[in-house]
């Protein structure tokens, strides 16, 4: 096994011990194995859940209907409702209704924006963060096929996958790119310019859409009910 992909640096070795330790900084496999020899969770040390998080009243789940994913995500969405279906400290807490208002103006963008995104495999290189949730619902909403890209494998395997999926863009944030770049070549990424920001997607969200989104979602589960 390569010594750069075992071989955590000094500088994050020092960043584990003293203190949270970033998940993009955890970037090979000597990190993970680091902080899992020496590392104790403190019980004390970890934050307290948003209150929203703590449901006493939740929905039992139960297994979703419909013959495709998207009828399968509609109708658990209607089962769930106001149930919290995903949280961080990046976005706070959402519920399944909001999650779909916000896959939904993913897939508005991406359907409008067909020349960017051909193929009917798009690539998701993102942190397992709720973000990344909304990404691929509405990857799946678009008709499109979410393919995960793992940025620790290395350049070499990283080509293959996309060469052999026959991935033209990859779905990524700026801000996750910036941490990981600098102790991972991205190869074939940044080499043919695959990567599209989720930022500058999110720029061409406009509130009327989100509201209008939010208005039609509302009118479809209230007709649902009746």
Known sequence: ISPTLCSPSNQVLKAAVSSEIDP???VNIG???YLAS??????SSMPEAP???IETNRKEPIPACGETIQSRILTTVEQMGSSVAVGDDMIGVHDYKSVL????LVADYILKNQEE???ERVGVMMPAAAGFEIIVTGLYLAKKVP???NWTVGPKIMEHVIDNAEITRVITSKKFVSKIQDTNDLGILTDQGLMVFFENIKDEFYLFDALKIKLETEYF???QRL
Do not use: C
């Not at 208002?101 to 939904?104: L, N, S, T, V, Y």
């Open 101 to 104: 208002i916000g896959a939904r």
């Open 24 to 26: 993009t900084e955890m």
């Open 147 to 149: 393919v995960m890209i």
């Open 51 to 53: 209150k929203i998080w």
């Open 31 to 33: 990190i993970v194995a």
């Open 38 to 43: 020496t590392r104790v969770p403190n019980e």
């Open 117 to 119: 995104f051909p193929d």
């Open 221 to 223: 589960y209230s007709k």
